[in-house]
């Protein structure tokens, strides 16, 4: 029996450098859409972070205003109280001084809008921000508000101590009457109701002079906290938060 071997005609080698082309063209394609489609996704997400971190930004830099305002207040008090306590505290003078002191010890806290940024943190989704002088003062910003809540720490631990002395020296009955007052309040009571608190009798301060003295020394380191507070820390904080959100808002096309 006669066989017939068949003979296949062999390829040239550009046939198999076109397949190989044509696979890696193929690969890199998937490549770059799974790169793109990644990227927007992460782009997405980084301005959904961005919407709700300037809504944050804006609820503390309203937050700081509300809270410098009373800061002002406290100061204003504080020199109040120490001119009163030039004078001998009989009479109406112990009254108006038991008055400002009441307001002493305020220690209000002023809480930061963290929630947005801590998740971003922990999440490890700082990286779907690309542009690093944003995050770079995202980071600031976040390093700011350390500092001023590290400060508030101690403005209240002082306001603990604070309040032992005032309890010290004001009359329990008069505080009862002041209590329903507030710091960031005071100046919308009604002049003709300042005017009976101010005119209460109460007994001299006048055997009072150690405690009192302690208590007007640790005003003066609250006056200073807060002074260093309204006139440094908080503008900084401010400042940082006014440039993040236009930076947000240019870098990822938000509405104002």
Not at 21 to 34: D, I, K, S
Not at 176 to 203: A, H, Q
Not at 224 to 239: E, F, K, Q, S
Request: net charge neutral.
């Amino acid at each position: 029996m006669e066989v017939h071997h068949a003979h296949s005609t062999a390829k040239k080698w550009t046939h198999y450098l076109w397949e190989f082309l044509m696979l890696f063209l193929a690969v890199f394609c998937g490549f770059l859409a799974e790169n793109l489609r990644e990227h927007t996704v992460e782009h997405a997400r980084a301005k959904e972070f961005a919407i709700s971190l300037v809504q944050d930004l804006q609820s503390d830099t309203a937050a700081i205003n509300d809270h410098i305002r009373s800061a002002e207040t406290y100061i204003r008090f504080a020199d109040t109280l120490f001119n009163i306590s030039k004078k001998r505290l009989e009479g109406r003078t112990a009254a108006e001084f038991s008055f400002y002191t009441r307001f002493m010890y305020w220690t209000v806290h002023l809480i930061f809008n963290r929630a947005t940024f801590e998740q971003i943190k922990y999440s490890g989704s700082l990286r779907y921000f690309k542009n690093y002088r944003l995050l770079d003062k995202m980071i600031e910003y976040d390093a700011a508000i350390n500092r001023a809540e590290a400060e508030y720490m101690n403005h209240r631990e002082r306001g603990n101590m604070l309040l032992d002395q005032i309890n010290n020296i004001i009359d329990p009955l008069y505080h009862k009457e002041l209590s329903p007052y507030f710091l960031w309040t005071i100046d919308s009571i009604p002049r003709e109701t300042k005017d009976k608190l101010l005119s209460v009798e109460l007994p001299s301060l006048e055997n009072k002079s150690e405690v009192i003295n302690k208590m007007l020394n640790m005003i003066v380191v609250q006056q200073r906290n807060l002074r260093y507070l309204n006139v440094t820390l908080y503008p900084a904080i401010t400042a940082l938060a006014v440039a993040l959100i236009e930076e947000f808002r240019k870098e990822y096309h938000l509405e104002k």
